[in-house]
């Protein structure tokens, strides 16, 4: 009786439909975007291409060209910063620099992240470039780079200045650089409360999330009258990053609710997956290289983002040559591993040879005959 009533419970389970995603949020904002970082894929969005201002999450691309020169060895967190007349005079949010004050690249990263301290963002605008004219202009060139089609800045600090506009979307991509590629922004996208000056300045985040979201990371808030209260919001659970983008929110409060509940639907619904193929895949046999056989792999990290109710559904399928001519270069593509979630094809990762095959000479050909001879004859 026992066995008969298991096998009904496991055939009413499987009878149950697995549960779709729940519907995209609707935020109370002037536009919106949650992407989640590895893939880049867009989850929702309200309005997202449209032409706003940021305030002060334009920092996040401040921030971009200086972890990048940090990154590449131009720069270092212990260079010391000397305050210029024009970057003590900036107003808003401050840190209250005084001209010929010094301070360290360290600290005046704590100053933008946490405080949003205009005069720290342009000390280190006028450091890396001279000017913050000419770091304006690295700034839309990067944002080119990035693909930011909606974007132009004025200034680096985001304060309010005509023309300096972008768009939620553009807000997600510079931010998803940002922690993709410069990870130790961390150190300071984290902090809850922090000083400078020896103890003696005060510095309070004014990203809430950071103390009270469950794996909050950062990024940037930003306010002005006439670009309202925005943010860009970044959060990781079990190991999957999410940047949540809100622009032109009404009010504080909103602004965080509304960047809570696009992440809790991005935690709720999606999960990153590895993939692989559902059996070892067998080395491939090189014709005329000095080895027999090349060993196939994945090209690529197979991690891949799907709907939670469809992970059961996920699969792939290996197509991969029988043999390859030598010679053989190292990553030369043998094949590829689709993978599928249900019916749709959702990711096609290449496979390629693990190391480089040489192609015999003349002699080795000779020796091999003799060899494959000898071993016939006896």
């Known amino acids: 009786m026992k066995k008969l009533a298991a096998a009904l419970l496991a055939a009413l389970l499987l009878a149950v439909p697995a549960r779709a995603a729940s519907a995209a949020p609707t935020v109370d904002a002037g536009a919106a975007v949650l992407m989640e970082k590895e893939t880049g894929t867009v989850l929702c969005e309200q309005n997202a291409h449209d032409k706003l201002e940021p305030a002060s999450v334009t920092k996040v691309m401040t921030l971009l060209l200086v972890m990048e020169a940090i990154d590449s060895g131009s720069l270092s967190t212990d260079d010391v910063v000397t305050v210029s007349a024009y970057a003590a005079s900036m107003g808003g949010s401050q840190v209250y620099l005084k001209e010929g004050e010094q301070m360290s690249v360290h600290d005046l990263l704590k100053a933008v992240t946490v405080a949003s301290g205009n005069d720290a963002s342009v000390a280190l605008a006028e450091h890396l470039a001279g000017s913050e004219e000419a770091f304006v202009e690295r700034m839309n060139q990067r944002a080119a780079e990035l693909g930011m089609a909606d974007t132009c800045f004025v200034n680096c600090t985001g304060l309010p200045a005509a023309g300096h506009l972008t768009s939620a979307y553009d807000i997600a991509l510079m931010s998803r650089e940002l922690i993709l590629n410069h990870p130790a922004i961390r150190e300071y996208t984290t902090i809850w409360m922090d000083t400078l000056r020896n103890g003696q300045f005060q510095l309070a985040n004014t990203n809430k999330l950071i103390r009270f979201y469950e794996g ?10 006439s670009a309202g209260y925005c943010l860009s919001a970044t959060a990781e659970r079990d190991g999957m990053e999410l940047i ?131 071993m016939a004859q006896s």
Not at 216 to 225: E, M, Q, V, W
């Open 244 to 374: 949540a983008v809100i622009l032109k929110s009404p009010t504080k409060d909103t602004r965080t609710a509304a960047a809570t509940s696009l992440l809790n639907y991005g935690f709720s619904n999606y999960t990153l997956m590895d993939v692989y193929p559902s059996q070892a895949l067998p080395p491939v046999d090189v014709l005329l290289g000095e080895s027999d056989t090349v060993q196939p792999i994945l090209s690529t990290s197979s991690r891949i983002l799907v709907e939670k109710s469809m992970v059961n559904q996920v699969t792939t399928q290996v197509s991969l040559c029988e043999n390859v001519e030598a010679p053989v270069e190292a990553g030369q593509k043998l094949g590829e591993m689709a993978v599928y979630q249900g019916e749709e094809l959702v990711q096609t990762i290449p496979i390629v040879a693990d190391q480089a095959v040489e192609r015999l000479n003349f002699p080795g050909i000779f020796a091999r005959l003799l060899r494959t001879l000898f």
């Open 216 to 225: 909050a990371t950062g990024l940037k808030t930003g306010s002005t009258d």
